[in-house]
């Protein structure tokens, strides 16, 4: 499983405060935590005015860089911003995000085509969220023939079919398995991921939603996502559940998780 | 999902010492925590010796009948056992269990079919359990054969194709899901049941395999489990992975038993 930690957001209220208060030890606290949860790439979003994304991101970035060496995704709503985020990086990492929202997809094909960028890419287009299977599966199409058209390695890919709440829904995740199988199914090596948190939104005890829901993408093909590393109950059922899948033999992998500290009790 | 209260059984160390020291009100209290954590059955086996066995069978039966109206699930590797107990029972409930050693099938249909009783069988014979899906399938064959023969309706029986360990194991649960699967592509209306909790024999943090393993299976189609009901987070897990499976529209059960207090923060 890719893990993309997601708490040097702006979006979330204690790294907001540290943003504002330039709290640089908080930042890099945050960076040195993910780096020890073991994530893959340290996901660094502003969520700040327009005016002050760039300086921010680049603030933001050069601290992570201070205190580790994994991977930046770069990650703002404005395309542009992360074409600019990616020059204040060591090393490639994740371009988070690209959708077949206006020229999005062209503006950051280009740029990390030649590149080891990953990138993430989002099912929606300028008519918004597709509703049906069918519809997501067609802007997949879609973005894949632009994939192929810049010469982009599916590998690099990560397709995020986007998770909706599951407490207005009538069937459950049937139609957000069917699409991360069938996008598996047509692409063995790329990868599909998610925000696995989104679909517990207005229920209680959301822990118990947010686990079965990476359970059951685990199994249907999720292999990334971005979540908070330091929650060892989501980490712990994701190494439990690489192993129920077969991907770990004689569970050495998720035992290595547990004696690390990285869920189950703390030592 | 159908569940099956494991905790008055003299396996368990504390449920052991209350049997020998006839502690009437901590079984009464068990019945009585297991009926509110909403149980369809109350397991009742008394792991005792042969000579003491029915009638300690007999004195947990009357106890639980005193304090709850859930049926009882009668519980002994001795069948014989099973069919006397059954007669302490105020009404129908789970004979646990039948497998295809033996008489042991022969003995209890003879008794059960003409009764509104339920039935698990277990998916081993003679010659042990199984090593393949072929091969369970095979005493999954044997034993409907005489299912029919003495006229049960399948959706009177749980199978249960007998989970082991996940940490001896290659490619972790792949066939016994398989089997699950086709027992229900068989047979839609035969229930699937299994102790969740053998999968995690010998590795730590046990409780992220069990859960894990429990999303899995019923998504293959176990609809059956013993299990602690009072185990909050094993509870919240099954109400949220039969939203994802989309038999709970709108999540109205999931926040149901959240708000009677079956998992999430205790009131």
Redesign the interface.
């Known amino acids: 499983m890719i893990i993309i930690g997601e708490k040097i957001n702006g979006a979330i209220p204690s790294t907001a405060k540290a943003i504002a208060a330039k709290d640089a030890e908080f930042i890099k606290n945050l960076a040195k935590i993910q780096t020890e949860a073991g994530v893959d790439y340290i996901d660094v979003c502003a969520s700040v005015d327009d005016d002050i994304e760039l300086e921010t991101m680049k603030w933001l970035i050069d601290l992570v860089q201070e205190v580790t060496d994994t991977p930046i995704a770069v990650d703002s709503p404005n395309v542009y911003t992360c074409i600019e985020a990616m020059k204040y990086c060591n090393k490639p990492g994740l371009f988070n995000s690209v959708s077949l929202e206006g020229d999005k997809v062209d503006a950051a094909f280009k740029v990390i085509a030649d590149t080891k960028w990953e990138c993430v890419a989002l099912l929606n287009s300028d008519k918004g969220i597709p509703k049906t299977a069918k519809d997501r599966l067609d802007v997949f199409a879609d973005l894949m023939a632009k994939v192929n058209e810049y010469g982009i390695d599916p590998s690099r890919m990560h397709i995020d079919p986007l998770v909706e709440m599951?407490?207005?829904?009538?069937?459950?995740?049937?139609m957000v398995v069917e699409v991360i199988k069938s996008i598996k199914e047509q692409y063995p090596t790329i990868h599909v991921t998610g925000a696995v948190s989104n679909?517990s939104f207005n229920?209680?005890?959301r822990?118990?939603?947010n686990?079965?829901?990476t359970?059951?993408a685990m199994?249907a093909g999720l292999d990334s996502a971005i979540l908070d590393p330091t929650n060892g109950?989501l980490m712990?059922?994701i190494?439990?559940?690489e192993?129920?899948?077969?991907?770990?033999?004689?569970?050495m992998e998720?035992?290595g998780a547990?004696?690390e500290g990285i869920?189950?009790?703390k030592k």
């Open positions: 599951l407490c207005t829904s009538e069937d459950g995740i049937a679909i229920l209680p005890a822990k118990m939603v686990m079965g829901f359970v059951l199994n109950d712990g059922i190494f439990a559940t192993a129920l899948l077969g991907e770990d033999d004689y569970c998720y035992i547990y004696r869920f189950g009790q």
